[in-house]
């Protein structure tokens, strides 16, 4: 059975800094790539960043380029390195198994074939 964990949610003051992590099992990141997404009150869930199971190749959402670096820790974690946080960037925080192409990754909601539980990340003063 495919499962999916987040951890390292929080409360951060705008500027400060999270770092995510998604473990899986079931399945090793051989098997699927990964996408991080994220959903706000009142709004849909959007795409973040995603990464290939080799972790050579990612992708980010405009809102947090050069802010969020997604990697590759080892075959069963992911991790997302949140940087500059700004207060709209407040959301549930999931992650999800996305096919497993290897030339590139597919960040949209629809491809998600599993989801963690997600976890909760506030960015206020």
């Known amino acids: 059975q495919l499962q999916l964990v987040e951890s390292g949610g929080g409360l951060v003051q705008p500027g400060g800094s999270l770092r995510l992590s998604c473990a899986v099992s079931?399945?090793?990141?051989?098997?699927?790539?990964i996408g991080w997404f994220r959903q706000a009150p009142g709004k849909e869930r959007e795409g973040v960043s995603c990464?290939?199971?080799?972790?050579?190749?990612t992708k980010y959402a405009d809102p947090v380029k050069g802010r969020f670096t997604i990697s590759k820790d080892n075959k069963s974690t992911v991790s997302l390195q949140m940087r500059s946080l700004k207060p709209e960037d407040t959301a549930v925080y999931y992650c999800?198994?996305?096919?497993?192409?290897?030339?590139?990754?597919?960040?949209?909601?629809?491809?998600?074939?599993?989801w963690g539980q997600g976890i909760q990340v506030t960015v206020s003063s």
């Open positions: 999800g198994s996305l096919p497993p192409t290897q030339d590139m990754c597919i960040l949209r909601t629809r491809y998600v074939r599993s």
């Open positions: 079931g399945f090793t990141l051989d098997d699927y790539n």
């Open positions: 990464i290939t199971g080799s972790g050579e190749i």
